[in-house]
């Protein structure tokens, strides 16, 4: 009999045809060999429909003759009929993310997990920012307000502790660092009595903290899986190195970053040994690729930890319910961080999460490296003394700096109707508030009137509402299907869409856009890695894609692909695609001494599951504009002039 969260998961990736992470530890063998035929045959059909059902025999060679807005959702919803079962998320859209409608800003560039609705993020701003306060600090000249978008909610503060001590006697921390941590454990579904949490100023921030706390003089190695080029886990490298680690990273198979199995398989394992070494290391995997969008069997976790390795499972691109497939009580990672952002198109400001097992925090070493924060009530940053040395919160180092702390936002987020309580005739019941449009612009969201005590109120309810993380129930009343079916739809309709892009009066057919990693693929992340390419074959540089998509109002990213294996065939391409930024003195790691740091730059995007079909299509639409000759040349131009500066392309 089969324990309820793994009858669960495997429920899910059947319905869903997708491969179970779990099937290798079922029972009958019987069914598992079903389960796999039937997942194989579905994901099949999947991609069969999509590349049959779009475009299937047309090349577009001109932006103008695209299918229309209309024309493409009709196309879209007839070969996906079960998009329409996710019209609960456009509902949760336009009741409490009214302003992506409202600004027609397209956001591509958020990874993480929301907090707080728009919504919500209006009624706290409105109601809790001291008019006074306000009016001192902007009559001072030397100190300009920041944003409103830079403090609702919460401040941080950093904490003066290392992260062992942090675990064993840091405690439940202040009422709302304590409700905070109850429910994102709880939307995670981690147990209190197997891990501890502390909450860090970003994913860079966790990273290094376990690199500086980590045994490395007993366990030496540290081996880390990512195809692309990241602050938090440089930040960890450089950490180890420091420490005496033995670097090693995992290679991908050039064009689809396919992992190199057969080398990380032996790193993992290592030479053969009657007696198995204990503590080999610290194993780094994500489940996803946070820029191409791979995914990666949960296996290497298991044999990693067969093999004596202490596991960091990087959960940051994961998807907001993805956690509810993964069956901690079967590959329990040593260490587990995720990353948090408030408000999805408005405030990308956060923080990261920090799970240590409790059965390893015995193992880890006194370390005095910063990155540990608290998290201030929004009614304490406003009352804080103006001599309160060393002690800046994050709203007092706005007005300061205007600096934020946080590493790339990028995901999804999102919220639902608003529940609200209205007080009649000494009666209280819940009512639902829907915005509409010509509404927003007069209230932008309800305000708190001390002359109608009936008037709506949403700060009163609930313990105080700064512990009200609305997004984060209104994900879990989405579900894991409904979310993930969603991406899949938007991402393989993109990506397909992307391929039948082609440069005209050209001899050997150029294709617009390069996609790196899977492509039309079931189960693939909702993140993408792609180029795009002149009518001569040059690629057109991602900071000035990036550019460009930002005067359409469409928020992209660019970033690089690295430790990139290419086979004797692609030889040849290699020495196009690649950029190479070797530094003096640099140490050559294992495990990728034929690459070095030979890198390829991309633009990225990641869709959250608020992104909708008009998203997509806009952004196709964009990049079809790289199909006229004379568009990056007149661009190029334009930016010279208004930024003085000249973009290669």
Known sequence: MQPPYLKEATQFCLHGCCPSPFLSFQEPQKTISKSRSTSSTCRHNFVLTTTSSFFPITQFTDHESLPSLQDSLTQFTEAYPQYSETARIDQIRDQEYYHLSLSKHICLDYIGIGLFSHSQFQNQYSSTIPIAYLTSHSSSSSSTPPPYSDFPFFGISYKSVNLKSQLLHGGQGSELESSVKKKIMNFLNISQDDYCMVFTANKSSAFKLVAESYPFQTSEKLLTVYDYESEAVEAMINASERRGAQVMSAEFKWPRLRIQSGNLRKMIVGKKSKKKKKN??????????????????????????????????????????????????????????????????????????????????????????????????????????????????????????????????????????????????????????????????????????????????????????????????????????????????????????????????????????????????????????????????????????????????????????????????????????????????????????????????????????????????????????????????????????????????
């Open 280 to 649: 080999r290391g610290l194993f780094v995997f994500p489940l996803q690729s946070r820029v191409t969008g791979s995914c990666y069997s949960y296996q290497w976790m298991s044999m990693a930890q067969e093999n004596g390795w202490h596991v960091l499972l990087d959960a940051c691109a994961l998807g907001p319910k993805d956690m509810d497939s993964f069956g901690l009580s079967l590959i329990q990672p040593d260490f587990l961080v995720c990353s948090f952002y408030k408000v999805f198109g408005e405030n990308p400001t956060g923080f990261a999460c920090l799970f240590v097992k409790k059965t390893t925090i015995s193992d880890l070493e006194a370390s005095k490296s910063a990155g540990i924060i608290s998290l201030v009530p929004e009614k304490k940053l406003f009352s804080l003394p103006e001599d309160s040395s060393g002690t800046d919160t994050e709203l007092e180092q706005a007005f300061r700096s205007q600096n934020r702390e946080f590493e790339l936002p990028i995901s999804s987020s999102f919220s639902g109707p608003m529940f609200v309580q209205l007080t009649q005739n000494g009666r209280s019941e819940q009512t639902t508030q829907v915005h509409k449009p010509e509404e927003i612009s007069k209230q932008q969201g309800p305000r708190i009137s001390e002359s109608n005590p009936s008037q709506v109120s949403i700060n009163n309810r609930n313990c105080s509402s700064e512990n009200e993380c609305r997004c984060l129930d209104h994900v879990d009343s989405l579900g894991l299907m409904l979310i993930s079916s969603r991406a899949r739809f938007l991402i393989n309709w993109l990506i397909n869409a992307l391929m039948k892009l082609q440069h005209p009066n050209a001899e050997e057919r150029i294709p617009l856009v390069r996609i790196y990693g899977p492509r039309i693929k079931f189960d693939r992340g909702p993140a993408l890695a792609f180029n795009v390419y002149d009518w001569k074959g040059e690629k057109v540089e991602p900071v000035l894609v990036q550019k460009l998509a930002d005067r359409s109002n469409i928020s992209l990213s660019y970033g690089f692909l690295h430790q990139i294996w290419f086979s004797d065939k692609y030889e040849e391409e290699r020495e196009r695609v690649v950029e190479r930024r070797r530094m003096v003195g640099e140490k050559e790691r294992a495990g990728n001494k034929r690459t070095g740091v030979d890198r390829v730059s991309v633009v990225t995007l990641a869709l959250g599951f608020l992104a909708n079909f008009e998203d997509v299509y806009r952004l196709w639409v964009f990049v079809a504009q790289f199909l006229d000759a004379d568009f990056v040349e007149k661009e190029r131009w334009r930016y010279t002039a208004l930024n003085k500066k000249t973009v290669e392309v």
